[in-house]
């Protein structure tokens, strides 16, 4: 069954905020990611205008997606690959489960892929008895912790060395240690079982192309590879959106992916996969699915406004610039995607109520699209949910949230397009206000609904002039002299 958290958004920002380690993980991943993308960004040979260009790429391809998909699910076919169009979570994991029990696999080994996280594809293999074991070294250090990934392409993030070798001596019974190599020695030995004798190999897809009908996977770890060619059956999965026309769209796009995503040149390996092991091939599975899945992404593409969020590549350059998600964490937005991108996405696929803690949590600093290697305008859409929000819309099914703030922001319109009434306002505020202030000046208490602006910093009392006031008065005095 698919995890959606998203209401328990506010008590995990502030166990986030709460938690030192947390903290210094988020810091060091901000500096080093983070810093590192825009300087990658900058040393392109092209210069970071490549990113307009990797976007134009993207919404090309999102405008044509009918004809690209069914273009890829024929060259597969053709090659003797088998493809399904799964409407929906459940769809795609019946078809992946059924697939298993007819070749009565008892393990799967899976490479990091965030839609099986969406779809909750390990629970449902749970159920039926069949275990799937994580492979990417910080998916498989979460799986043994019994955890949920808190970053897309970092999911082990919030976890410390002492912590991981704590784990590791318990689940694979070796001496604890924290030295880096010795814990990664561990899992691949363990791993190393487990790719032997899984009888399923399992991927997302980072990018399709439709003019060579394959899909390619990057990592940095090798393992994805090896899921995909040592199992006798490899089923990928795909956002009905993860498609370019050409293959020389790819080139642009994994040298952005890459950079935005680890600051690095190029992912260390880039598998690209068109079908299953043809006769002579010494590598690959006997039989390939590819599983191209909606889930709510349809009613995405129809919407002009929202349309542009199917350009992610999910590369999580977003979260390593955002000033939110560096102090919360990835847990707080209680889902597959979290940060920018998932306080965008994710209201969009689960519900815009359902999930309006997200989009109301982020800043509007712009950061993120500073930093998203396909330059989507995350605070546009951000803006445009809250909007939503605020007015209710029906074709989102969008329940109007807070009808007192509305009528308070509406009277505030109307007061501040007008001087006098605005000035007025000012002064009788002012009176107001002295009511809580303190010995300094300061207000550090307010009451009700008002409590939240006094929470975590004092706020100064109006001047007992306005700022035109002062400037009349001044100008007033220069005439005189
Ligand atoms: S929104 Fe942009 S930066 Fe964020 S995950 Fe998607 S592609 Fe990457």
Same mark, same amino acid.
């Given at each position: 069954?698919?995890?959606?958290?998203?209401?328990?958004?506010?008590?995990?920002?502030?166990?986030?905020?709460?938690?030192?380690?947390?903290?210094?993980?988020?810091?060091?991943?901000?500096?080093?990611?983070?810093?590192?993308?825009?300087?990658?960004?900058?040393?392109?040979?092209?210069?970071?205008?490549?990113?307009?260009?990797?976007?134009?790429?993207?919404?090309?391809?999102?405008?044509?997606?009918?004809?690209?998909?069914?273009?890829?699910?024929?060259?597969?076919?053709?090659?003797?690959?088998?493809?399904?169009?799964?409407?929906?979570?459940?769809?795609?994991?019946?078809?992946?489960?059924?697939?298993?029990?007819?070749?009565?696999?008892?393990?799967?080994?899976?490479?990091?892929?965030?839609?099986?996280?969406?779809?909750?594809?390990?629970?449902?293999?749970?159920?039926?008895?069949?275990?799937?074991?994580?492979?990417?070294?910080?998916?498989?250090?979460?799986?043994?912790?019994?955890?949920?990934?808190?970053?897309?392409?970092?999911?082990?993030?919030?976890?410390?060395?002492?912590?991981?070798?704590?784990?590791?001596?318990?689940?694979?019974?070796?001496?604890?240690?924290?030295?880096?190599?010795?814990?990664?020695?561990?899992?691949?030995?363990?791993?190393?079982?487990?790719?032997?004798?899984?009888?399923?190999?399992?991927?997302?897809?980072?990018?399709?192309?439709?003019?060579?009908?394959?899909?390619?996977?990057?990592?940095?770890?090798?393992?994805?590879?090896?899921?995909?060619?040592?199992?006798?059956?490899?089923?990928?999965?795909?956002?009905?959106?993860?498609?370019?026309?050409?293959?020389?769209?790819?080139?642009?796009?994994?040298?952005?992916?890459?950079?935005?995503?680890?600051?690095?040149?190029?992912?260390?390996?880039?598998?690209?996969?068109?079908?299953?092991?043809?006769?002579?091939?010494?590598?690959?599975?006997?039989?390939?699915?590819?599983?191209?899945?909606?889930?709510?992404?349809?009613?995405?593409?129809?919407?002009?406004?929202?349309?542009?969020? @199917?350009?992610?590549?999910? /590369? +999580? $350059? =977003?979260?390593?610039? *955002? %000033? !939110?998600?560096?102090?919360?964490?990835?847990?707080?937005?209680?889902?597959?995607?979290?940060?920018?991108?998932?306080?965008?996405?994710?209201?969009?696929?689960?519900?815009?109520?359902?999930?309006?803690?997200?989009? @109301?949590?982020?800043?509007? /600093? +712009? $950061? =993120?699209?500073?930093? *998203? %290697? !396909?330059?989507?305008?995350?605070?546009?859409?951000?803006?445009?949910?809250?909007?939503?929000?605020?007015?209710?819309?029906?074709?989102?099914?969008?329940?109007?949230?807070?009808?007192?703030?509305?009528?308070?922001?509406?009277?505030?319109?109307?007061?501040?397009?007008?001087?006098?009434?605005?000035?007025?306002?000012?002064?009788?505020?002012?009176?107001?206000?002295?009511?809580?202030?303190?010995?300094?000046?300061?207000?550090?208490?307010?009451?009700?609904?008002?409590?939240?602006?006094?929470?975590?910093?004092?706020?100064?009392?109006?001047?007992?002039?306005?700022?035109?006031?002062?400037?009349?008065?001044?100008?007033?005095?220069?005439?005189?002299?």
């Amino acid at each position: 069954m698919t995890r959606i958290a998203t209401e328990n958004y506010r008590e995990e920002a502030i166990k986030g905020i709460n938690d030192p380690v947390l903290q210094k993980a988020l810091a060091n991943l901000q500096m080093r990611l983070g810093r590192g993308a825009e300087e990658a960004y900058r040393n392109l040979p092209e210069g970071p205008g490549l990113r307009r260009k990797a976007h134009e790429i993207r919404m090309n391809a999102i405008e044509n997606l009918d004809v690209l998909l069914e273009l890829l699910a024929d060259k597969i076919r053709s090659r003797g690959g088998h493809v399904f169009f799964a409407e929906d979570a459940d769809a795609a994991v019946t078809y992946c489960l059924e697939t298993a029990q007819k070749h009565n696999v008892r393990l799967a080994v899976k490479g990091k892929s965030m839609i099986t996280e969406e779809i909750g594809l390990n629970d449902a293999f749970a159920a039926a008895d069949i275990e799937v074991a994580e492979t990417d070294l910080g998916e498989y250090i979460i799986q043994l912790a019994g955890e949920h990934p808190s970053h897309i392409i970092a999911p082990a993030i919030h976890k410390t060395r002492s912590e991981i070798g704590l784990l590791f001596s318990e689940k694979l019974n070796i001496p604890y240690t924290t030295d880096p190599e010795t814990l990664t020695r561990a899992a691949r030995k363990a791993l190393r079982e487990k790719f032997l004798s899984a009888g399923m190999g399992i991927s997302g897809c980072n990018i399709a192309c439709a003019e060579t009908g394959h899909i390619t996977v990057v990592s940095n770890e090798g393992n994805i590879r090896m899921s995909t060619t040592l199992p006798k059956v490899h089923v990928a999965f795909m956002g009905m959106e993860r498609i370019t026309a050409r293959l020389s769209d790819h080139d642009i796009l994994f040298r952005l992916l890459s950079r935005g995503a680890a600051a690095q040149k190029m992912a260390g390996y880039v598998s690209y996969i068109g079908g299953p092991r043809i006769s002579g091939q010494a590598d690959g599975p006997d039989e390939f699915h590819l599983v191209i899945i909606d889930n709510g992404r349809t009613k995405i593409l129809a919407d002009n406004e929202f349309r542009e969020m @199917l350009c992610c590549i999910r /590369c +999580g $350059a =977003c979260l390593n610039m *955002c %000033p !939110v998600y560096g102090e919360i964490g990835g847990h707080a937005y209680g889902y597959a995607y979290t940060g920018p991108v998932g306080a965008v996405v994710t209201p969009l696929l689960v519900g815009i109520n359902r999930a309006k803690d997200l989009c @109301l949590g982020e800043t509007l /600093c +712009g $950061a =993120c699209k500073d930093a *998203c %290697p !396909v330059d989507i305008d995350l605070p546009r859409m951000l803006l445009l949910l809250r909007a939503k929000l605020a007015d209710g819309d029906e074709k989102w099914n969008v329940k109007r949230e807070n009808t007192g703030e509305k009528i308070l922001y509406g009277i505030w319109s109307e007061i501040v397009r007008r001087r006098w009434a605005y000035d007025a306002m000012l002064n009788l505020s002012r009176e107001g206000l002295r009511l809580f202030t303190g010995k300094e000046g300061m207000i550090s208490s307010f009451p009700f609904f008002l409590k939240g602006w006094t929470d975590s910093r004092d706020m100064k009392l109006p001047a007992r002039e306005s700022f035109m006031l002062q400037w009349k008065k001044s100008e007033k005095q220069k005439r005189v002299k």
